[in-house]
């Protein structure tokens, strides 16, 4: 099903991005917008002989990945569409010959912005941002309290889920770097699944309750460069700083990904991937997550 649902994205994408008008004496209109699309699926395998004196576990790690980004500018405004898709699994065979299949990559993630441009550097914004997960995570070091058989339950989609929206002041010093600085900004944490709301994780303030509002100052630093040949490297930092909770320790949000993009051919590439959170009301210890895959890579662009 996950390769159907690829296969036909990249066919509907290849389509809006490269359809063209069939007449030769007409020239082309300008598009409205510049596409920059990528899509993919990383595999590692690894398989051993019951009799096999090196040691060693039998081992498969798959996944997708797609990322979408549109980008128009006029005289008085910028847009920008930021999309970005991902999810992973690796399967291990453990000591009593039982397959065990577990997550691990997961990411749903949409960023817009409008700017109204002010000067060469500097805009007004508005954005809004959504940030969650397509499956289920788990805890499997907890049993969960309703089945000791089973692992504790600790999200799933919408379930967190983070819905921001932003106006402020944005500074763009070059082509690959901008900083946002919003200082409206409210940050709401969904949370659709009762088990989870009943906990009151993620910040919520008594149990049932589905969706928490904070006004935060925010802080974004955004970097996305070609830094050599077949080379690629985005970053991104952001901080939250809810105005109601000074002192508190969980007045601050921070959250740090970075991503290195290597291409060995024209379809084959290399991706280090590494994310850091520290969120208090998620966990009060340092959350950060580390991935190094080898993939096949499709890219297209549209000016």
Same mark, same amino acid.
């Given at each position: 099903?996950?390769?159907?649902?690829?296969?036909?994205?990249?066919?509907?994408?290849?389509?809006?991005?490269?359809?063209?008008?069939?007449?030769?004496?007409?020239?082309?209109?300008?598009?409205?917008?510049?596409?920059?699309?990528?899509?993919?699926?990383?595999?590692?395998?690894?398989?051993?002989?019951? $009799? /096999?004196?090196?040691?060693?576990?039998?081992? &498969?790690?798959? *996944?997708?990945?797609? #990322?979408?980004? =549109?980008?128009? !500018?006029?005289? $008085? /405004?910028?847009?920008?569409?930021?999309?970005? &898709?991902?999810? *992973?699994?690796?399967? #291990?065979?453990? =000591?009593?010959? !039982?397959?065990?299949?577990?997550?691990?990559?997961?990411?749903?993630?949409?960023?817009?912005?409008?700017?109204?441009?002010?000067?060469?550097?500097?805009?007004?914004?508005?954005?809004?941002?959504?940030?969650?997960?397509?499956?289920?995570?788990?805890?499997?070091?907890?049993?969960?309290?309703?089945?000791?058989?089973?692992?504790?339950?600790?999200?799933?989609?919408?379930?967190?889920?983070?819905?921001?929206?932003?106006?402020?002041?944005?500074?763009?010093?070059?082509?690959?770097?901008?900083?946002?600085?919003?200082?409206?900004?409210?940050?709401?944490?969904?949370?659709?699944?009762?088990?989870?709301?009943?906990?009151?994780?993620?910040?919520?303030?008594?149990?049932?309750?589905?969706?928490?509002?904070?006004?935060?100052?925010?802080?974004?630093?955004?970097?996305?460069?070609?830094?050599?040949?077949?080379?690629?490297?985005?970053?991104?930092?952001?901080?939250?700083?809810?105005?109601?909770?000074?002192?508190?320790?969980?007045?601050?949000?921070?959250?740090?990904?970075?991503?290195?993009?290597?291409?060995?051919?024209?379809?084959?590439?290399?991706?280090?991937?590494?994310?850091?959170?520290?969120?208090?009301?998620?966990?009060?210890?340092?959350?950060?997550?580390?991935?190094?895959?080898?993939?096949?890579?499709?890219?297209?662009?549209?000016?």
């Amino acid at each position: 099903m996950k390769k159907v649902l690829l296969s036909a994205l990249l066919l509907l994408f290849t389509q809006i991005l490269f359809a063209q008008t069939d007449t030769a004496a007409t020239p082309p209109k300008k598009r409205l917008f510049e596409h920059n699309f990528q899509a993919g699926f990383t595999l590692n395998q690894s398989t051993f002989s019951d $009799n /096999w004196k090196g040691g060693g576990a039998n081992s &498969m790690a798959f *996944g997708w990945f797609l #990322n979408y980004n =549109a980008k128009r !500018k006029t005289e $008085n /405004w910028d847009f920008n569409h930021d999309l970005q &898709m991902q999810l *992973g699994y690796q399967r #291990n065979r453990d =000591a009593d010959g !039982k397959d065990i299949s577990r997550k691990n990559a997961d990411r749903l993630f949409y960023d817009y912005k409008a700017g109204y441009i002010i000067n060469k550097h500097w805009n007004i914004y508005g954005s809004v941002n959504f940030l969650s997960q397509f499956r289920d995570g788990f805890d499997y070091k907890t049993p969960s309290k309703l089945d000791a058989n089973k692992d504790s339950l600790i999200s799933k989609f919408l379930s967190p889920a983070y819905l921001t929206t932003s106006l402020g002041a944005e500074y763009k010093p070059l082509e690959y770097i901008w900083m946002r600085l919003g200082i409206g900004t409210l940050r709401q944490t969904i949370v659709m699944d009762k088990s989870l709301s009943d906990a009151q994780l993620y910040g919520l303030e008594k149990p049932g309750d589905h969706l928490r509002n904070q006004f935060v100052l925010q802080f974004i630093f955004n970097f996305d460069k070609e830094i050599v040949k077949n080379v690629n490297f985005k970053t991104r930092y952001m901080v939250n700083y809810d105005y109601f909770k000074t002192s508190e320790p969980n007045a601050f949000v921070h959250i740090f990904n970075a991503n290195l993009t290597l291409k060995a051919t024209k379809y084959i590439s290399t991706n280090f991937q590494v994310n850091i959170i520290n969120d208090y009301d998620q966990d009060v210890a340092l959350q950060w997550s580390q991935i190094l895959s080898l993939g096949m890579l499709v890219s297209l662009s549209a000016k």
